[in-house]
């Protein structure tokens, strides 16, 4: 980007040089041709011009007119790059509402221009981007301190039963986990996305991974009386283990969550001979349009009566670990009819 720049820069001084040089030399050569022809004529024939009086009339006349040429001309570019200049002042003080108008004569200060607006756009978004974070931080952050702050001061209430107390500080535990999981999933995307390929990759069974996973959540799938239908033929897969794994958490927790009781959940392993497909279907509540755009977004919850049970970083997650490990995601669902999550892996090792 650097050696772009600067060759327009040189591209753009050449053409300078080149114009002030040919507008000296043309006046130059027009003026003295003027002055020899007057000096010629019986008008100033008692002046007694000779050559070298000639020559310097032509140039001082050539200095003047060529000058004034100049001015006119370098108008055309020291114009735009003070405006440039103005603009570029602009962004450094966090006005992102910058934008230069493009349309010159002049293709390299066109490009500039052109290059300018797309950067000022990019900015723009990235603090947009950056303000949302940090207000959505700042909320997440915030309740949990609150539900514990609050809790924490009716605790000290003496007369308290004890069934009050121990519901307090059961609440008070929730709301600390709920800002450990916040802090580590925070620090855990920020490691990712500044990731740019996927290290300690080990051959392992994909399958017996997501029955792992499935009987970590045990416990809550019985509870609700879940149908778990599957289908995991044995499948190697050669790819991080300890990513994969934050992904199936991921997924599959989201399904049961959002699975009433006695709905059923449906998980599907396909290999093929250049990919490996992973589909998790459940008969929940399901997603609306609107929703399906931002599930992949940080702290974005489509369901904010379940704020208490997340924080919005999971599918982020998740969809970060997979385009690391040259993948894909794809989600279908309607409203009460149920999501699916199908997740797609090259099985090439190269990548």
């Known amino acids: 980007m650097k050696k772009t720049i600067k060759n ?3 591209g753009l001084r050449n053409r300078l040089v080149f114009i002030v040089f040919g507008i ?9 041709s003027i002055v020899f022809l007057v000096s010629n004529t019986d008008l100033f024939y ?13 140039l001082t006349l050539s200095l003047v007119i ?7 001309v370098g108008k055309q570019i020291l114009t735009p790059m003070m405006k440039l200049n103005y603009a570029s002042k602009e962004i450094a003080n966090g006005n992102f509402h910058v934008k230069m108008n493009a349309d010159t004569q002049i293709k390299e200060i066109e490009e500039i221009f052109t290059s300018f607006n797309q950067m000022v756009a990019e900015l723009k978004n990235i603090e947009m981007m950056r303000n949302d974070f940090v207000a959505n931080i700042s909320h997440e952050f915030k309740t949990p301190l609150t539900a514990i702050e609050g809790y924490a001061t009716l605790l000290q209430d003496n007369e308290l039963e004890d069934d009050e107390r121990l519901q307090y500080i059961q609440t008070i ?9 916040l802090s580590s999933n925070i620090l855990r995307l920020s490691k990712l996305e500044n990731q740019d390929k996927v290290t300690d990759k080990t051959l392992y069974r994909l399958d017996e991974q997501i ?11 019985l509870d609700k009386e879940l149908e778990l239908i599957l289908d995991l033929p044995k499948t190697m897969f050669y790819q991080n283990e300890n990513l994969l794994m934050q992904v199936w958490i991921n997924l599959l927790s989201n399904a049961i969550k959002f699975t009433p009781p006695l709905g059923s959940i449906q998980v599907i392993l396909i290999k093929r001979e250049t ?3 992973v589909s998790i279907k459940d008969s929940g509540i399901g ?6 755009k931002h599930i992949f977004e940080k702290f974005y919850q489509g369901d904010r009566s379940r704020s208490k049970e997340g924080n919005g970083l999971g599918l982020a997650l998740v969809y970060r670990i997979v385009c690391l490990c040259n993948g894909k995601i794809q989600v279908n669902s309607e409203p009460d009819k149920g999501s699916e999550f199908i997740v797609t892996f090259s099985t090439d090792k190269s990548s």
């Open 8 to 10: 327009k820069q040189v």
């Open 24 to 32: 000296f030399v043309v006046v130059g050569i027009i003026t003295y």
């Open 46 to 58: 008692y002046i007694e011009f000779n050559l070298s009086f000639s020559f310097v009339l032509a």
């Open 66 to 72: 060529g000058t004034a040429i100049t001015s006119l």
């Open 173 to 181: 535990l929730d709301s600390t986990k709920q800002l450990s999981t």
């Open 211 to 221: 029955r792992q996973v499935l009987l970590y959540f045990e416990k809550t799938w």
């Open 275 to 277: 990919e490996i497909i």
């Open 287 to 292: 997603m609306t349009q609107q929703v399906k």
